[in-house]
T-cell receptor, first 114, second 115 residues
Framework: DVKVTQSSRYLVKRTGEKVFLECVQD?????MFWYRQDPGLGLRLIYF???????EKGDIPEGYSVSREKKERFSLILESASTNQTSMYLC?????????????FGPGTRLTVL | DQQVKQNSPSLSVQEGRISILNCDYT??????FLWYKKYPAEGPTFLIS?????DKNEDGRFTVFLNKSAKHLSLHIVPSQPGDSAVYFC??????????????FGKGTKLSVIP
């Protein structure tokens, strides 16, 4: 069974802390994505990567950075967490060759910044 | 400006009846359209998709219709079941380079199927 896993389901951090969210996929997908989901705003793309060591900014990259050292792993970093980064964070992956661009999502990490 | 719009934040339907979820888009370069279903505290799961060269795709109880001239698509669920109660996201794909695609999501419609 194909899977995208995220390191934590729930996380509570304090303002100013550095936060790492890890995502691993076992489908040998080239593309990986980080989104955040907020009520009434849908899914908004933070960063994506279409190859190892490659990264591209999405629609809302401010306050975030990413790392893709290995094909299967894509990390989202909050350099200095702020309360407005309290959200549900979703990681996804997709295959470059798959028509339709279907993305497979992890279960999400509910991050609360106090 | 939103490129993919779901104008109804919520929809309530009686069990056994048809659910129709709507989605509008502005970018004529989108080449695939997808629907995802999301339960609380879970990641979205893929439901059904349609290529921009088609006008209908069916999979069991789920049918997606595409009207390119109107830049409109809809998801029909017949018959609706209580387990269909979830948030449904419409998404559209376009090429981002290096042969890879990016999805643009709507804000979602919360479907409630009443027993």
């Amino acid at each position: 069974d194909v899977k995208v896993t995220q390191s934590s389901r729930y996380l509570v951090k304090r303002t100013g802390e550095k936060v790492f969210l890890e995502c691993v996929q076992d489908m040998d997908h080239e593309n990986m994505f980080w989104y955040r989901q907020d009520p009434g705003l849908g899914l908004r793309l933070i960063y994506f990567s279409y190859d190892v060591k490659m990264k591209e900014k999405g629609d809302i990259p401010e306050g975030y950075s990413v790392s893709r050292e290995k094909k299967e792993r894509f990390s989202l970093i909050l350099e200095s967490a702020s309360t407005n980064q309290t959200s549900m964070y979703l990681c996804a992956s997709s295959s470059k060759i798959q028509l339709g661009a279907n993305q497979f999502f992890g279960p999400g990490t509910r991050l609360t910044v106090l | 400006d939103q490129q993919v719009k779901q104008n109804s934040p919520s929809l309530s339907v009686q069990e056994g009846r048809i659910s129709i979820l709507n989605c509008d888009y502005t970018n004529s370069m989108f080449d695939y359209f997808l629907w995802y279903k999301k339960y609380p505290a879970e990641g979205p799961t893929f439901l059904i998709s349609i290529s921009s060269i088609k006008d209908k795709n069916e999979d069991g109880r789920f049918t997606v219709f595409l009207n390119k001239s109107a830049k409109h698509l809809s998801l029909h669920i017949v018959p609706s079941q209580p387990g269909d109660s979830a948030v449904y996201f419409c998404a559209a794909s376009d090429l981002i380079g290096a042969g890879s695609y990016q999805l643009t999501f709507g804000k979602g419609t919360k479907l409630s199927v009443i027993p």
